[in-house]
T-cell receptor, first 114, second 113 residues
């Protein structure tokens, strides 16, 4: 079985400061990892993914994430937060080839304070 | 053009009714999904179809029945609606099914009264 943990229900950060949203995962086999963002009353939007290769992946809106195999983590980061980044962030995982099931974490609410 | 579109966006109905939610994707993807998001924002997969074939069927009441008339459409039919079915239902699609990202519709907010 595959699972994702987002240990923080909410993260608050001041505008202009760096932000981190944490994610750890558990899968058998190689993980395929994703971050999505959900704005109020909207669907989920894809931010970035790790499939293979460089452990640091860059995505939309200046976000990046670092894959750490030994710690089974895939934390989302941004060097300088914007108020408009305030939203609900979901980490998701699929196990290796042939797996169609995308399992989501429970989400982390990011609030960027002006 | 909307990549994944769901209709209706809002659905208010009485207990015991039967309702359908439609989903269409114009991305040419092979795999489509239905997710349920509860009041705590937790996302849980319900069904997945690959090339019109059911490949994921999670533990959901058999009152929920997906139907995929073709690769671009995945509809969700719900019989005998209950109060606990109130949630936001998201349709999504992806290419290949496992190493590419999923694209989500805007959601259908179902309220059962």
């Amino acid at each position: 079985a595959q699972s994702v943990a987002q240990p923080e229900d909410q993260v608050k950060v001041a505008e202009g400061n760096p932000l981190t949203v944490k994610c750890t995962y558990s899968v058998s086999g190689n993980p395929y990892l994703f971050w999505y963002v959900q704005y109020p009353n909207r669907g989920l939007q894809f931010l970035l993914k790790y499939i293979t290769g460089d452990n640091l992946v860059k995505g939309s809106y200046g976000f990046e994430a670092e894959f750490n195999k030994s710690q089974t983590s895939f934390h989302l980061k941004k060097p300088s937060a914007l108020v408009s980044d305030s939203a609900l962030y979901f980490c998701a995982v699929r196990s290796g080839a042939g797996s169609y099931q995308l399992t989501f974490g429970k989400g982390t609410k990011l609030s960027v304070i002006p | 053009d909307t990549a994944v579109s769901q209709t209706p966006k809002y659905l208010v109905t009485q207990m015991g009714n039967d309702k359908s939610i439609k989903c269409e994707q114009n991305l040419g993807h092979d795999t489509m999904y239905w997710y349920k998001q509860d009041s705590k924002k937790f996302l849980k997969i319900m069904f997945s179809y690959n090339n019109k074939e059911l490949i994921i069927n999670e533990t959901v009441p058999n009152r929920f029945s997906p139907k995929s008339p073709d690769k671009a459409h995945l509809n969700l039919h719900i019989n005998s609606l209950e109060l606990g079915d109130s949630a936001v239902y998201f349709c999504a699609s992806s290419q290949d099914g496992w190493n590419t990202e999923a694209f989500f519709g805007q959601g259908t907010r179902l309220t059962v009264v």
